[in-house]
């Protein structure tokens, strides 16, 4: 059974950078797209970058050029390096599939302060 857990979060000033992981635990994670989803308070859970299995980036316009995603295929863990945080980037943080989705993780609380 695939399970996801998403750690790195926490409070940061406006301006400011974290570094989230996802620790995928299962044989797929070497043959799967792998994405990093947010989800604010009152809103839909939303897609903002995703990465293949051979390093192929995408992102969310309202993250692009701040986030960076990677991932370690031998130590089955995704990255996001967030740089530039902003208070709009509040929200919390999960991991998981694009093309197939796998049970949510607990995520991970990222709160930026003006």
């Known amino acids: 059974q695939v399970q996801l857990v998403e750690s790195g979060g926490g409070l940061v000033q406006a301006g400011g950078s974290l570094r989230l992981s996802c620790a995928v635990s299962g044989s797929i994670f070497s043959i799967n797209t792998m994405g990093w989803y947010r989800q604010a308070p009152g809103k839909q859970r939303e897609l903002v970058s995703s990465i293949t299995r051979g390093g192929n980036t995408n992102y969310a316009d309202s993250v692009k050029d701040r986030f960076t995603i990677s991932r370690d295929n031998a130590k089955n863990t995704v990255y996001l390096q967030m740089n530039s945080l902003k208070p709009e980037d509040t929200a919390v943080y999960y991991c998981?599939?694009?093309?197939?989705?796998?049970?949510w993780g607990q995520g991970t609380q990222v709160t930026v302060s003006a």
């Open positions: 998981n599939g694009i093309i197939r989705l796998y049970s």
